[in-house]
């Protein structure tokens, strides 16, 4: 069965910094892409970054090119999201999701197994 544990995240200021991390088990890591998406309050989900099986290729939504950084470490099946100058625009909850190729919408929490999310709140 897949797991994914999402971590970190927490409140900060407009243009703080917040990092989050995601342990995936019960499915191959290193064959898979790994993203995050996020749910910011009554909308729906947006994909946020995607990086490829190899860490080689990184994909971006526009808003987050030059301010987030996508990367993993497959020895330990984990993901991780750098969130630099976050605006107030960026809180969220964001999960981690696997799949097999790049997936930039379409997103469903009612489709596979997904994390607990973790909360990203940006407020001054």
């Known amino acids: 069965q897949v797991q994914l544990v999402e971590s970190g995240g927490g409140s900060v200021q407009p243009g703080g910094s917040l990092s989050l991390s995601c342990v995936g088990s019960?499915?191959?890591?290193?064959?898979?892409?790994m993203s995050w998406i996020r749910q910011r309050p009554n909308k729906p989900l947006e994909w946020v970054a995607t990086?490829?099986?190899?860490?080689?290729?990184?994909y971006y939504v526009d808003s987050a090119k030059g301010r987030f950084t996508i990367s993993r470490d497959n020895a330990k099946t984990t993901l991780y999201l750098q969130m630099n100058n976050l605006r107030s625009e960026d809180t969220a909850k964001y999960y981690c999701k696997e799949s097999s190729g790049l997936q930039t919408k379409g997103w469903d929490k009612r489709l596979g197994d997904w994390g607990q999310g973790a909360q990203v709140t940006v407020s001054s």
């Open positions: 019960g499915f191959t890591f290193n064959r898979v892409h």
């Open positions: 990086i490829a099986e190899d860490g080689q290729a990184t």
